[in-house]
């Protein structure tokens, strides 16, 4: 299956995969009416500090803690290998928090949680973050 | 063909079922479930009270999951003894059920330890089940009082389910602050203020002494008026059926790293089980869902042949009340 893969060596730290993921997952069809002036809930985070920085987001483990672990039954693992959420079945809870080796789930602008799903089935169609990083720190291929 | 067979269908069930079908695709398998459901998401209940969350889309699974995973179940019946030697589970409508490994998965029940006046209150109950859930349900009212015994995780989840339905809700515990077990003064005090924002009174540090029809006593000597109650002392683990064949029970069935309990080819995991605590270099009962699903699959791997440890489980909850959450893991408390 084809993952996101980042490369802190090439990492600038400028967040721009945060704005493109918020944006790609807003269903909103310009990019200032999205996010300007307004905090972002993106997928994808920028960690690290001065030295080095690297995004982080859901790297759809073959053995996922967090769909195990999900009181609600809201995360799976689908067919194609990408672990997704059913946003009106999750009630908060944070167990998904709790137990993500990586981070890679958090609470949306209403509170459910949301995650990376490799943005294919919003209308960007591949990852956002990867496809908008420009100096290629985010890949997403297959391994 | 002699199968599988697990007793209980909660999430160490559904763990169990998915990890025997990782190895093994073919051979049958019986589950055997007290509660007339399939296996649902225990802790939505106070959800489903609250009107977060819908009883009919609460199930663990889609509704071709058995089917699909070529198991029988045995809806609405108890297992009510074990034959070790002859490897068969007898139900309470008397059929004999033979198996090649079985897994335990019973959880745990409500802990009511004897209290005087109990039985002169008529509008009482405990809440663990989705029967629980609806009969609390259908019981209150907007002019309810409730009184709730017990300020661990079930209790306040209850008052929190219940407290924009009712007109009152008190709570108490002996434990002289919320969450006893999980949190330390601090953190439980920021709990208890949350709580109390949304109108939930406590009691604590103070027991019932008496129960009347409508009221209670406390220790301290205050009253606390209600016309439902709800206990939630504690809860203890289903090992009835280990310890009558001499399996060996701790607080819950103690089993090894591999959900093997003392008896051969019985495993145990979930609520009912004592597993190993990586935080504490020893066993303990770990009563959480995520625990529930991971011990479920590690002994459904091994019953089916394969070989799985899980040696690495520790305690941890994620608990939250009106929007502000609690994240603990490991020893919180020095013992
Ligand atoms: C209100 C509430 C809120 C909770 N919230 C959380 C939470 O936020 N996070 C968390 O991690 N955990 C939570 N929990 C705990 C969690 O629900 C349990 O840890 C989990 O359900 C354990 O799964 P289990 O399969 O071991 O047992 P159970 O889910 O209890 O399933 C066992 C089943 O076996 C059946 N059974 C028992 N004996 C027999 C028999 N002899 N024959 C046939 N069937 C039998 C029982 O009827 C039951 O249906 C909560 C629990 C409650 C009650
Ligand atoms: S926060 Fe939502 S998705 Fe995460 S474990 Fe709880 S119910 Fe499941």
Same mark, same amino acid.
């Given at each position: 299956m084809k993952r996101i893969y980042v490369n802190e060596e090439w990492?600038?730290?400028?967040?721009?995969?945060?704005?493109?993921?918020? =944006?790609?997952? @807003?269903?909103?069809?310009?990019?200032? @009416?999205?996010?300007?002036?307004?905090?972002? =809930?993106?997928?994808?985070?920028?960690?690290?500090? /001065?030295?080095?920085?690297?995004?982080?987001?859901?790297?759809?483990?073959?053995?996922? +803690?967090?769909?195990?672990?999900?009181? @609600?039954? #809201? +995360?799976?693992? /689908?067919?194609?290998?990408?672990?997704?959420? /059913?946003?009106?079945?999750?009630?908060?809870?944070?167990?998904?928090?709790?137990?993500?080796?990586?981070? #890679?789930?958090?609470?949306? $602008? /209403?509170?459910?949680?949301?995650?990376? $799903? +490799?943005? +294919?089935?919003? #209308?960007?169609?591949?990852?956002?973050? #990867?496809?908008?990083?420009?100096?290629?720190?985010i890949v997403y291929e297959e391994r | 063909m002699t199968g599988y067979v697990i007793i209980g269908n909660g999430a160490a069930a559904i763990g169990c079922i998915e990890g025997i079908r990782q190895i093994d695709r073919e051979t049958p398998i019986a589950v055997i479930s007290a509660e007339p459901y399939p296996a649902y998401c225990r802790p939505l209940i106070s959800y489903a009270l609250e009107g977060k969350a819908d009883p009919a889309n609460m199930n663990a699974r889609p509704a071709d999951f058995y089917e699909k995973n070529g198991c029988t179940v045995f809806y609405g019946k108890t297992a009510v003894r074990i034959d070790p030697d002859g490897h068969t589970v007898t139900l309470d409508d008397g059929a004999v059920l033979p198996y090649k490994k079985l897994c335990v998965a019973a959880g745990s029940s409500p802990f009511? %330890? %004897?209290?005087?006046?109990?039985?002169?209150?008529? !509008?009482?109950?405990?809440?663990? *089940?989705?029967?629980?859930?609806?009969?609390?349900?259908r019981a209150v009212t907007p002019q309810s009082r409730v009184l709730i015994v017990g300020a661990g995780l079930i209790g306040l989840k209850c008052a929190e389910g219940l407290a924009e339905r009712v007109k009152s809700i008190t709570v108490c515990d002996l434990a002289p602050r919320v969450l006893s077990s999980i949190l330390d003064d601090e953190g439980a005090a920021l709990m208890q203020a949350k709580l109390e924002e949304h109108g939930i009174t406590f009691c604590l540090g103070d027991t019932v002494a008496q129960f009347s029809k409508? !009221?209670?006593?406390?220790?301290?000597?205050? *009253?606390?008026?209600?016309? *439902?109650?709800?206990?939630?002392?504690?809860?203890? &683990?289903? *090992?009835?059926?280990?310890?009558?064949?001499?399996?060996?029970?701790n607080r819950g069935i103690v089993t090894d790293t591999r959900m093997q309990t003392s008896i051969p080819d019985i495993c145990a995991a979930g609520d009912c089980a004592e597993g190993y605590d990586a935080s504490a270099g020893s066993n303990r009962v770990l009563a959480i869902l995520p625990n529930a699903r991971i011990q479920g699959e590690c002994a459904g791997v091994n019953m089916a042949g394969g070989?799985?440890?899980?040696?690495?489980?520790?305690?941890?909850?994620?608990?939250?009340?009106?929007?502000? !959450? &609690?994240?603990?893991?490991?020893?919180?408390?020095?013992p």
């Open positions: 990492c600038l730290g400028c967040h721009l995969c945060e704005y493109n993921c918020a =944006f790609a997952n @807003s269903g909103k069809s310009d990019m200032a @009416s999205a996010l300007k002036g307004r905090p972002i =809930f993106p997928r994808i985070h920028i960690e690290g500090g /001065d030295r080095v920085t690297y995004a982080v987001s859901c790297r759809h483990c073959t053995d996922p +803690l967090c769909v195990k672990s999900c009181i @609600s039954g #809201a +995360l799976s693992r /689908d067919a194609d290998g990408v672990i997704r959420i /059913d946003r009106s079945r999750c009630v908060g809870c944070y167990t998904c928090v709790l137990v993500c080796p990586y981070g #890679a789930l958090s609470p949306g $602008e /209403d509170g459910v949680m949301q995650k990376c $799903e +490799l943005c +294919l089935r919003n #209308a960007t169609g591949e990852p956002a973050c #990867a496809a908008g990083c420009p100096n290629r720190a | 009511v %330890p %004897p209290m005087t006046g109990l039985d002169t209150v008529e !509008h009482k109950y405990t809440f663990m *089940t989705m029967d629980d859930m609806r009969a609390l349900d409508d !009221h209670a006593v406390m220790k301290s000597g205050k *009253t606390a008026a209600f016309d *439902t109650l709800v206990l939630a002392v504690g809860v203890r &683990a289903n *090992t009835a059926l280990i310890r009558e064949v001499g399996g060996t029970v070989d799985r440890v899980y040696d690495n489980a520790i305690p941890m909850n994620a608990i939250g009340f009106f929007g502000l !959450h &609690a994240l603990c893991a490991g020893c919180s408390l020095a």
